[in-house]
């Protein structure tokens, strides 16, 4: 039984739970080896994976060396929701300023995106794309409801911590407040954008300003934000979902601010697992 619990963020529409699981796990066994920690055994980590959710129907997914090359050609007028393009303006605020003669704020925006690598070396059709996964979960029942429902099964009575990257921070945080029944210790998001106000006051349940956020039912929470992360644009999470969390910054270098393989590398997550494990 899994004794360690990982949700994915977005970019994992094309991919598959064992390989997702496999990569994490063997960044997640080298930070805990290299910060001095015996590493849970594979067999005791399990993944929630939903990345198909976000596919229509038959969809065979994209195809050949280039795994962009599925993705709808999008471009900065497919942009049209007020929350997509709040969600746009707040990833790119972080960033370095655009630069002059642009044709839009909208195109700016996505040119800074691009120059700064938040996500890897992706073409904008990609950012799109990836703002748009962020939408939808927040905006269409039966999706939320289909990604919710991969946490069956793979939390269980030995589940101790709970490691949650992106979008997927999201994902653990309603799956935990909607279960206080699992017995979680440890609940640690990387690189979250759960402090942006976009995407708190959609959440479920909602942050409302002036109330108490809802615990998510865990013993402890740590937050890790690489400063260089425009994603977890609001690096503490603290002051807006209860001074029980443990904000810890760290850095992951410019051209990996967002890698989930970064983070799990980190001293602090490695801690923090085994922490939640009894193993410290």
């Not at 700016?108 to 890897?120: A, I, P, Q």
Request: proline share 5%; hydrophobic share 40%.
């Amino acid at each position: 039984m899994a004794k360690v619990v990982m949700c994915h963020g977005i970019g994992y529409t094309y991919q598959h739970r064992d390989g997702m699981q496999s990569e994490w796990y063997k960044a997640l066994r080298t930070g805990m080896i290299d910060t001095g920690f015996e590493p849970v055994e594979e067999t005791g980590v399990a993944a929630v994976y939903y990345g198909n959710c976000f596919r229509s129907a038959g969809s065979k997914g994209a195809t050949g060396p280039d795994e962009f090359a599925g993705l709808p050609n999008y471009g900065p007028v497919d942009l049209r929701a007020d929350l997509e393009l709040e969600l746009l303006r707040a990833f790119a605020e972080n960033t370095e300023a655009g630069q002059a003669g642009t044709k839009g704020a909208v195109q700016s925006l996505l040119r800074r995106l691009e120059r700064s690598k938040l996500l890897g070396d992706v073409p904008a059709k990609a950012i799109i794309w990836m703002i748009k996964q962020v939408h939808r979960y927040l905006t269409e029942e039966a999706l939320r409801e289909a990604v919710q429902a991969r946490w069956d099964g793979v939390v269980t009575p030995d589940t101790r911590v709970v490691v949650a990257h992106s979008l997927g921070s999201l994902v653990a945080y309603e799956a935990l407040c909607a279960h206080p029944e699992w017995e979680v210790d440890t609940l640690i998001t990387l690189g979250s954008p759960l402090g942006l106000g976009a995407i708190s006051s959609r959440l479920r349940p909602p942050l409302v300003q002036g109330q108490e956020a809802q615990w998510p039912g865990v013993r402890r929470w740590i937050n890790i934000a690489a400063v260089e992360d425009p994603v977890a644009l609001v690096k503490e999470l603290a002051p807006l979902f209860g001074k029980d969390i443990q904000d810890m910054p760290v850095r992951n270098g410019r051209f990996a601010m967002h890698s989930v393989l970064r983070y799990l590398t980190t001293a602090e997550a490695a801690k923090g697992i085994a922490d939640g494990l009894g193993t410290a």
